[in-house]
C-alpha cells in the first residue's frame, strides 16, 4: 500500500500544469534571447527556465525542459486571445487568484511564494502564472458561457448513467480538387503527393491557396468545427488516431477528391463522463504522529486491500473512529480533498490528524471516484457539469489556436 505525500501539491483548476526539469542553457547564450517565437512574441530561455524551477517546485517528474517550453506556448495563445477579448484582470483579481492557489496548497500566499523562492523561482515568475491562467478563464468564459447551458435531460441523463458520450468534433482544413474524366490520374497522382509531402499549417495553406477548387479556399479552406460522427466512417476513425497537422491519405467524393489537414480535436462528451464525487473513507487513530501510531497504521496499511477491509478493522477501534462518504468533489475540505487527489482507488494517506491538539491520526483511504450522486446533490452535478464543458471548450480554442499560430523555434 503507498502513501503519498508532496511538499506543495498541484492544483487542479484551470491551472495547466505540466512535467520536467530545469534546462540547460547554451554557453554563452543570453538568458534573455529568444527561445521560441510564437506570432513575433518571444518565449526567452529565462521563463523557460523560471517555469522549469515553478513545475519542478510544484511536484512534476519528467522532461521538464520540453513541457515548460510547451506550457508557454500555450500562455502566449491565452494572452493573445485576452488581447483579442479585451480581458483584463485587476491587481485585487490578481491577488484573489494568487489566495485561491495557495488554498490549494494549505497555505497562505505569502507562504507560497516563500516556498518557490527558496526553490529559485522568482516571485513574479508565480504571479505571471497565475494572473495569465485568470486572463484565459475569463475569455473562455466570455467567448463559451452560452454555449455550456445543461439541460435538465442532460442533467437527468448524468445522474442516471454518470456519462453522456456524444462524441469528439475535429478542426480541419481542407484542400478539394475535381476529377475531371481526361485529367483523373494526374488528380490523383497530385494529391497523393500533396498528402505524403505536405508538412506544417502553412504549406498546406499554401497548397490550398494553389489548388483547391473549394469555395472554402477563400478562408483557406480552413472549416469549423465538425462533428466526427458527420465524416465518412473511414475518415472518422483516421482522425481519432492522428496527431494535431497530420495530412490525410486523398479521399474520393463525388466528382473530386479531398485531403484534409487535423488542427484540433476535442472530446464531447459532458463532463460527467470524469469524476465528480469522492468515496473515501476514514479511520481516527488515537495517538496522533507519535511513532507508535505511525507504526499501527503503516501495519493497518499493509493489511488491508479495500474500504471494505478498512472498515472490518474498524471493529477493533471505539464507535464512531469510522466513517465512509460520498462527496462532491468541490464540497469535500480542502486537506482531505488534497490527499485524496494523489490517491489511486485503495490507496491510502496518514497525513492528517484531527482533534485540538491533533491527538488523532486520520487513517485515510480512497475507496474511489464516481459520477453518481443522489438526486439531493443535482445542483453539484449542473455545476460539474457546466465547468468541466467549459474546460473542454477551452481546450479545444487553445488547440484552434495552436493551429493558426506560427510558432519558430530559434
Given at each position: 500500500m503507498r502513501n503519498r505525500m508532496f511538499l506543495i501539491k498541484p492544483a487542479a483548476l484551470v491551472f495547466v500544469l505540466i512535467q520536467g526539469l530545469m534546462p540547460a542553457i547554451a554557453w554563452g547564450q543570453s538568458p534573455y534571447s529568444a527561445a521560441v517565437l510564437i506570432n513575433g512574441q518571444a518565449v526567452t530561455h529565462y521563463e523557460i527556465e523560471q517555469r522549469s524551477l515553478l513545475l519542478e517546485a510544484l511536484g512534476n517528474a519528467g522532461d521538464i525542459e520540453k513541457q515548460a517550453v510547451e506550457e508557454l506556448i500555450d500562455d502566449r495563445l491565452r494572452l493573445f486571445a485576452g488581447r483579442l477579448f479585451g480581458v483584463q484582470v485587476s491587481p485585487d483579481?490578481?491577488?484573489?487568484?494568487?489566495?485561491?492557489y495557495a488554498q490549494r496548497s494549505n497555505m497562505a500566499p505569502e507562504q507560497l511564494i516563500e516556498a518557490l523562492s527558496a526553490e529559485g523561482v522568482e516571485p513574479e515568475t508565480f504571479t505571471d502564472f497565475v494572473k495569465t491562467s485568470l486572463i484565459w478563464r475569463n475569455v473562455v468564459q466570455q467567448k463559451f458561457q452560452s454555449k455550456s447551458f445543461i439541460t435538465e435531460a442532460e442533467l437527468d441523463t448524468a445522474m442516471a448513467?454518470?456519462?453522456?458520450?456524444?462524441?469528439?468534433?475535429?478542426?480541419?482544413?481542407?484542400?478539394?480538387?475535381?476529377?475531371?474524366?481526361?485529367?483523373?490520374?494526374?488528380?490523383?497522382?497530385?494529391?497523393?503527393?500533396?498528402?505524403?509531402?505536405?508538412?506544417?499549417f502553412q504549406e498546406f495553406e499554401e497548397a490550398v491557396l494553389t489548388y483547391s477548387a473549394a469555395a472554402s479556399r477563400a478562408n483557406s479552406g480552413k472549416l469549423d468545427w465538425v462533428p466526427i460522427t458527420s465524416l465518412p466512417p473511414d475518415v472518422g476513425s483516421?482522425?481519432?488516431?492522428?496527431?494535431?497537422?497530420?495530412?490525410?491519405?486523398?479521399?474520393?467524393?463525388?466528382?473530386?477528391?479531398?485531403?484534409?489537414?487535423?488542427?484540433?480535436?476535442?472530446?464531447?462528451?459532458?463532463?460527467?463522463?470524469?469524476?465528480?464525487?469522492?468515496?473515501?473513507?476514514?479511520?481516527?487513530?488515537?495517538?496522533?504522529?507519535?511513532?507508535?501510531?505511525?507504526?499501527?497504521?503503516?501495519?493497518?496499511?499493509g493489511a488491508i486491500d479495500t474500504c471494505n477491509d478498512l472498515q472490518e478493522e474498524a471493529g477493533n477501534y471505539p464507535d464512531g473512529s469510522f466513517s465512509q462518504q460520498v462527496v462532491p468533489i468541490g464540497k469535500v475540505s480542502r486537506d482531505i480533498g488534497g490527499e485524496l487527489g494523489n490517491l489511486d482507488g485503495n490507496e491510502v494517506s496518514t497525513n492528517l490528524t484531527r482533534g485540538d491538539n491533533g491527538e488523532f491520526l486520520m487513517f485515510l483511504m480512497l475507496c474511489g471516484r464516481t459520477n453518481k450522486l443522489s438526486e439531493g446533490n443535482r445542483e453539484d452535478v449542473r455545476n460539474a457539469l457546466f465547468a468541466q464543458r467549459m474546460e473542454s471548450f477551452g481546450q479545444g480554442y487553445l488547440q484552434e489556436l495552436k493551429g493558426d499560430a506560427i510558432i519558430l523555434y530559434k
Open positions: 483579481e490578481v491577488k484573489q487568484g494568487l489566495a485561491e448513467l454518470g456519462t453522456t458520450a456524444v462524441g469528439a468534433s475535429v478542426l480541419l482544413t481542407e484542400l478539394i480538387l475535381p476529377l475531371e474524366p481526361t485529367t483523373a490520374q494526374q488528380t490523383r497522382e497530385l494529391m497523393e503527393h500533396l498528402s505524403a509531402n505536405l508538412n506544417g483516421a482522425m481519432m488516431t492522428m496527431a494535431v497537422g497530420q495530412v490525410t491519405r486523398p479521399i474520393e467524393i463525388p466528382n473530386a477528391m479531398v485531403i484534409f489537414q487535423l488542427r484540433g480535436i476535442r472530446d464531447n462528451r459532458t463532463i460527467a463522463a470524469r469524476p465528480i464525487a469522492y468515496d473515501y473513507a476514514t479511520l481516527m487513530i488515537p495517538g496522533g504522529r507519535s511513532p507508535e501510531t505511525l507504526a499501527r497504521a503503516s501495519a493497518l496499511a
